[in-house]
């Protein structure tokens, strides 16, 4: 079970907006710690989408926009394509022992 | 560019240990530190633990402390994981990755630049 909840699942059709959710706790997101986003292709390496909750590191479309509040993050990706069809991965810092780096479960967005 | 390199798969029998090495290039290797993480067929990213390039200290989960040890040679900027005790649970895929953050503390730590992955199946 990890220490931060993703949704399963989340599906949209081509030029949807999608929403992935990440909740936490006291110990990681809600005492302020910072939450990243990865993105998985089938096959390869998890790919940096979003750090310190909102930045998009260069190179990364800006459709793809974090946000944070209290003890939850999201994710969304806006126009949705194709290409964005992938496993989608938060990460943060946790004060307990489940820590320092803590994910969650891992979202699969479905492009239908 | 920024390039990590990994060593290939490795198959294990339960008991036994695995080393896995991350080459580095493309930038200055004691400057970032370096995480190991690792995915388990069809299953989520798992934290193992750190390494600062520049002196060798480590920050281990608590899960496999223990276990995992990782080290590193400067001279050829290249960072080891090794796991001992192997168990069939440890079949996965570990990857190194760089962590951008410089000095901004463990409460920032992420990942920029991923290795392409180690394959360690673990069966008798």
């Known amino acids: 079970q990890s220490v931060l909840t993703q949704p399963p699942s989340v599906s949209g059709a081509p030029g949807q907006r999608v929403t992935i959710s990440c909740t936490g706790s006291?110990?990681?997101?809600?005492?302020?710690?910072?939450v990243h986003w990865y993105q998985q292709l089938p096959g390869t390496a998890p790919r940096l989408l979003i750090y310190d909750s909102t930045d998009r590191p260069s190179g990364v479309p800006d459709r793809f926009s974090g946000s944070k509040s209290g003890t939850s993050a999201s994710l969304a990706i806006t126009g949705l394509q194709a290409e964005d069809e992938a496993d989608y991965y938060c990460q943060s810092y946790d004060s307990t022992l489940s820590g320092p780096v803590v994910f969650g479960g891992g979202t699969k967005v479905t492009v239908l | 560019q920024v390039l990590l390199v990994q060593s290939g798969a490795e198959v294990k029998k339960p008991g036994a240990s695995v080393r896995v090495s991350c080459k580095a290039s493309g930038y200055t290797f004691t400057t970032y530190y370096l995480h190991w993480v690792r995915q388990a067929p069809g299953q989520g990213l798992e934290w193992l633990g750190i390494?600062?390039?520049?002196?060798?200290?480590?920050r281990y989960a608590q899960k496999f402390q223990g276990r995992v040890t990782v080290t590193r040679d400067t001279s050829t900027s290249t960072v080891y994981m090794e796991l001992s005790s192997l168990r069939s649970d440890d079949s996965a895929v570990y990857y190194c990755?760089?962590?951008?953050?410089?000095?901004?503390?463990?409460?920032?730590?992420?990942?920029?630049?991923w290795g392409q992955g180690t394959l360690v199946t673990v069966s008798s």
């Open positions: 390494i600062n390039p520049n002196g060798g200290n480590t």
């Open positions: 006291i110990s990681n997101i809600g005492g302020g710690y910072d």
């Open positions: 990755a760089r962590d951008p953050t410089l000095n901004s503390g463990s409460g920032s730590w992420h990942f920029d630049y």
